[in-house]
T-cell receptor, first 113, second 113 residues
């Protein structure tokens, strides 16, 4: 059973606008969340993370928001650039433990020039 | 920069063959992982290892085994390849501790005919 879900398989956004990618999880024991970006023919690369003690983490154009009560997180990209076009995976894990990640199914973002 | 190297980018094998997928990391990471990526299913964990000669089953270990004889090398073995094991295989490594991001290799696209 999928513990981390990304319900939108794809998203298209105009260059310069905001991209919002969403992720839901079912396991309330998760306490660390990450976003990975994946280009074709490459492995996923780490983008940004957030622990459950925070509700927001920012890194340049990328911001992740966490709503623990709703078991929901989102990734905001502002402004979106054509180079951001990729598949984005949400992942969750436990801070204590073997660092195993549970991944969502991914959202393909296309930024239109 | 962390480098995770997977020995083959593309592999074509016949049903029933024994298949070895090799992965090497150069950052002295304790943890190593094997995932497979399938459309609509995201990344699913096959096996992981948190130390030399140690291994733990992930979500989908059936039909696979692993070997970790040296810290930098983690091998995935398909004992008798089947067509439903056609997939993209991704190796990853990380330091121990729940807030250490995984670093991925570029993947091996395995086709079993």
């Amino acid at each position: 059973d999928q513990q981390v879900k990304q319900n939108s398989p794809s998203l298209s956004v105009q260059e310069g606008r905001i991209s919002i990618l969403n992720c839901d999880y079912t396991n309330s024991m998760f306490d660390y969340f990450l976003w990975y970006k994946k280009y074709p023919a490459e492995g996923p690369t780490f983008l940004i993370s957030i622990s459950s003690i925070k509700d927001k983490n920012e890194d340049g154009r990328f911001t992740v928001f966490l709503n623990k009560s709703a078991k929901h997180l989102s990734l905001h990209i502002v402004p979106s650039q054509p180079g951001d076009s990729a598949v984005y995976f949400c992942a969750a894990s436990y801070l204590t433990g073997a660092n195993n990640l549970f991944f969502g199914t991914g959202t393909r973002l296309t930024v239109i020039p | 920069d962390v480098k995770v190297t997977q020995s083959s980018r593309y592999l074509v094998k016949r049903t029933g063959e024994k298949v070895f997928l090799e992965c090497v990391q150069d950052m002295d990471h304790e943890n190593m992982f094997w995932y497979r990526q399938d459309p609509g299913l995201g990344l699913r964990l096959i096996y992981f290892s948190y130390d030399v000669k140690m291994k733990e089953k992930g979500d989908i270990p059936e039909g696979y085994s692993v070997s970790r004889e040296k810290k930098e090398r983690f091998s995935l073995i398909l004992e008798s390849a089947s067509t439903n094991q056609t997939s993209m295989y991704l190796c990853a490594s990380s330091f121990s501790g729940g807030n250490s991001p995984l670093h991925f290799g570029n993947g091996t696209r395995l086709t079993v005919t």
